[in-house]
């Protein structure tokens, strides 16, 4: 795959605006400011493709990129206290509506904080994906941020905070430094060729 052919597609802000799938799909989910914006300029190599704000719930469209034959979906964040109820209305029926409209979505990258233990909507999200029997990998962002024993102690912490965390692929990812990207790369590839 040719990550650096990568080129934003078109934005959709309401469930009954996504056209019919054509191509594999990879969704980006995850709290709002996590760094799903972050996380995927650095997989593709780019400084802004994916616009990044450091206002939280900024994107509230499922934006999508086009990457050789397969579609990149960065879905809206959640989780955000400052937005209108209506709006977080429109932006779980859009995500949940996403999620289970039968799309081909090979796998979805589930981000949280790895400096926190993860949050209701984090733990809620996880569920849904496992109830749901969709495909997912957790991955763990702001990595560069934890020093050696704060990082063992916070996937120690995991383990006991998230179901079946032994039998979830997991990567620890650091937009600064680049730490995780090649195995999500790998793992894209790994997957898009199935």
Known sequence: MNFNSAEFYAAYG???????????????????NVGKSSLINKIFNRKSLARVSSVPGKTATINF????????????????????????LRWSSLIEGYLMSGRDIALIFQLIDM???PSADDLHMINFMIDNELPFVI????ADKLNKTERA????????????????T?????????????????????VSAE
């Open 139 to 142: 991955i763990f962002t702001k």
């Open 115 to 117: 400096r926190h233990p």
């Open 153 to 168: 102690a916070r996937m120690e912490g995991f383990r006991k905070e998230i179901e079946y965390f032994d039998d979830i």
């Open 14 to 32: 309401e469930y009954k605006q996504l056209p019919p799938a054509e191509k594999t799909e990879f969704a980006f989910a995850g709290r709002s």
């Open 65 to 88: 990129y086009k990457v050789d034959n397969c579609f990149m979906a960065d879905l809206p964040g959640y989780g955000y206290a400052k937005i209108a109820k209506s709006d977080k």
């Open 170 to 190: 997991t990567v620890e990812f650091s937009a600064v430094t680049g730490e995780g990207v090649e195995k999500i790369r790998s793992i894209i590839e790994e």
